[in-house]
């Protein structure tokens, strides 16, 4: 596994440097050293998050672990790699770019990032998941490409929301925590296991007692909220910077 994370992970940056090198004249060396910067946190967070759960943790808690990951796809590595990526870098075919201006729009963005999140979490697709490594690895992929069409819409302006884009963007981040604040409670205040455990196999990401699943309700609890909340305050104080430049 650790392996195939490691080729995977080095033919991802090596078509990175690629691109910035194709295109560098685009950007200022302080800007390409930017992007770099935070596409590489976003590689090492989605790294760290394709590694089996009881690798962490421990097998007893392989379901905190498994929690742990799900926020460093959605709520770090995702918001990194759009980050990371200059869109003077990104040339695609006109089918492509119109699908991809079709995904940003915050309600689809929306909807569609919250139906995957909540479509794994649904005991028949989670279970399986931690049965199968490789359905485990197919989900943790889908969970990252949802998390980049969830932070997208974030990263646009005056295209996408028109003149009042803060405020609207605030209100936006505020909502696409409530999903997942939701699921984490639930997990929490359940008084029984949510996935089965009658099989042995069940040793990737399914709760090991309890308290494992307890834990990581908790991490989805307050996790969304805590990154939500930061990207918030960003955002928040970059409105009055701009309020402040425009008076």
Request: net charge positive.
């Amino acid at each position: 596994m650790m392996i195939w994370q490691s080729i995977v992970s080095l033919a991802v940056l090596g078509s990175y440097f690629i691109a910035m090198n194709r295109w560098a004249d685009r950007l200022t060396p302080s800007a390409q050293r930017r992007h770099l910067f935070w596409f590489t946190g976003g590689l090492i967070a989605a790294l760290v998050a394709f590694v089996p759960s009881p690798e962490l943790f421990g097998a007893n808690y392989r379901f905190t672990a498994n929690m742990v990951e799900f926020f460093l796809l959605t709520g770090l590595a995702a918001p990194l790699f759009l980050l990371g990526i200059p869109k003077s870098l990104i040339h695609l075919p006109a089918a492509f770019d119109r699908a991809l201006r079709w995904l940003k729009s915050p309600v689809r963005a929306y909807l569609i990032a919250n139906a995957v999140f909540l479509g794994w979490h649904l005991p028949i697709a989670f279970e399986t998941a931690s049965r199968d490594p490789i359905f485990w690895s197919l989900k943790q992929s889908i969970l990252l490409s949802a998390g980049l069409i969830a932070w997208a819409p974030v990263f646009e302006r005056e295209s996408l929301w028109g003149k009042n884009y803060h405020p609207l963007r605030l209100l936006y981040l505020f909502f696409l925590s409530i999903p997942t604040t939701v699921l984490g409670a639930l997990f929490t205040l359940a008084p029984n296991l949510v996935y089965s455990a009658r099989a042995l196999a069940f040793e990737i990401c399914a709760p090991a007692f309890l308290g494992d699943q307890q834990a990581g309700g908790l991490v989805m609890w307050y996790a969304g909220a805590i990154i939500d909340l930061f990207a918030l305050t960003i955002l928040f104080f970059r409105w009055f910077s701009t309020a402040d430049a425009e008076t």
